[in-house]
């Protein structure tokens, strides 16, 4: 792969999970039962980002869980096209909260659906809203996010790569040719 931009640095990631911390609040009308529910690997990390954002903003801090998700991704090899759950996290209950799914990038769709029939299978949720750090297009179904921090447009041959600590020594946004 070769790298063809550098599309968010440090702080343009942490602009942009600043802004949809405050939408969410705004959207929500504050953040009374609010669960953040990170989709694994990096969505875990931006859920707590998100978490620590909106403690800042109203000395509340909301509960982070963490959906373990086998992605079916166009770039890799698989065997089914469809995302498997292999495991999630029980420690919060969903029953009538407000759960914000978190990822990194939103790409074809089919990860979140995986997420929302994980978190379906729990309990029945208030709402079930998204927040991804980026939207890349080409959907396969009908999934919107609600909270945004950067669209790009890519073609199907480029790789969008969020780095993030824990699992990257530097924080940023990267897309690359294939």
Do not use: C
């Not at 890799?76 to 914000?100: F, G, H, M, Q």
Request: proline share 4%.
């Amino acid at each position: 792969m070769e790298l063809k931009a550098n599309l968010l640095d440090e702080g343009g990631v942490l602009r942009a999970l600043t802004r949809i911390s405050h939408e969410i609040i705004e959207h929500n009308k504050g953040v009374d039962d609010v669960v953040l529910m990170g989709i694994k690997s990096r969505g875990i990390p931006l859920a707590e980002n998100i978490r620590d954002v909106i403690f800042k903003a109203t000395d509340i801090k909301l509960p982070v869980g963490k959906l373990d998700i086998s992605l079916y991704r166009d770039d890799l090899s698989a065997k089914s096209e469809d995302p498997i759950v292999k495991s999630r996290s029980v420690d919060i209950d969903v029953t009538n909260k407000k759960v914000v799914l978190v990822d990194d990038v939103l790409f074809t769709g089919r990860t979140v659906r995986a997420a929302i029939e994980a978190i379906l299978k729990r309990g029945r949720a208030a709402s079930i809203q998204l927040a991804v750090l980026i939207d890349r297009g080409h959907r396969e179904l009908p999934i919107r996010p609600d909270y945004v921090g950067k669209n790009v447009p890519t073609s199907k041959n480029e790789v969008v790569s969020v780095n993030i600590p824990p699992f990257d020594d530097h924080i940023g946004v990267d897309i690359y040719e294939l």
